[in-house]
């Protein structure tokens, strides 16, 4: 770990930012090493994302060398995954190249979602990821389930239930939306364009008339764990706007994800409960 706090600290007077939101950045500290550092930078996850990528062959995920803790701000040194976020070169992107791309993370998405979870070591707690084991719902925050979640009955309460809200009548009828009938799968949770990296050709191979795009890694599993078969899809197109470039981002998503109108359009009622 020592090798990589040097590292830091000559990145840290001349830092090649690749990210940053307010407190948090993501700094390039060599071709091969970046940090991640922050207040409140959840690392709960790593274990769960190790488990899924250790048994997913074609997965392309970071490698953790290390975590550094100072009070509340973490330091999490991972691999750097080549390329740029698919988020910046979308609008460049022809149908047949996105295509490729949406047949990439199908390779990678059917093997994630044919996992079974790790053993949990706390009672009835079934669904979600982190250590000990929790639901999260990553809208405006991040809510964390308080108590371990088993069943659908379960993480809908979970969903519809707020303290500081009242309890209206508008909110029993979306709650009574919700089915309870969905399987459980292994899910990334937040299958955005920024945490997809990519590498795209500038040249034309003999054998190819377009440019070609390789997926080369999938960033960002503060979200993943074990939840509903339809949470993907919803999580993929939470943070897709009007305007912001992604409108048809919702036609590039893995086939093995599936296609889930109904609870997308419950879940946009339930985003705007919580306001």
Not at 158 to 187: Q, Y
Not at 222 to 239: F, N
């Amino acid at each position: 770990m020592w090798y990589l706090m040097e590292a830091y600290w000559e990145k840290a007077f001349l830092p090649d930012v690749l990210w940053a939101l307010g407190s948090t950045a993501v700094l390039g500290l060599s071709e091969e090493i970046v940090m991640k550092a922050g207040c409140g930078i959840d690392t709960d996850h790593i274990p769960m994302m190790n488990y899924i990528k250790t048994r997913v062959p074609r997965l392309r995920a970071p490698h953790i060398h290390g975590v550094l803790q100072d009070g509340r701000r973490n330091f999490v040194f991972m691999s750097r995954i080549k390329g740029e976020p698919l988020d910046r070169v979308w609008k460049t992107l022809d149908n047949t190249q996105k295509e490729s791309i949406k047949e990439q993370l199908e390779t990678m998405f059917s093997g994630i979602r044919s996992l079974a979870p790790p053993p949990s070591d706390e009672p009835h707690a079934l669904l979600g990821g982190g250590i000990p084991r929790r639901c999260r719902d990553a809208r405006r925050h991040v809510r964390v389930a308080e108590q371990p979640i088993e069943s659908m009955a379960e993480f809908n309460l979970f969903l519809t239930t707020d303290p500081n809200r009242t309890e209206t009548g508008r909110l029993k009828m979306t709650r009574s939306f919700l089915s309870t009938d969905h399987k459980f799968v292994m899910t990334h949770g937040d299958l955005h364009p920024r945490n997809i990296m990519v590498i795209a050709s500038k040249t034309l191979p003999r054998d190819v008339f377009t440019p070609w795009v390789k997926v080369t890694g999938l960033l960002d599993w503060e979200m993943c764990g074990y939840y509903p078969d339809y949470w993907e899809y919803v999580k993929a197109l939470h943070t897709i706007h009007p305007g912001d470039g992604f409108d048809d981002w919702w036609n590039y998503l893995p086939a093995s994800i599936g296609v889930w109108p109904k609870e997308y359009s419950v879940d946009e009622l339930i985003s705007r409960w919580r306001g």
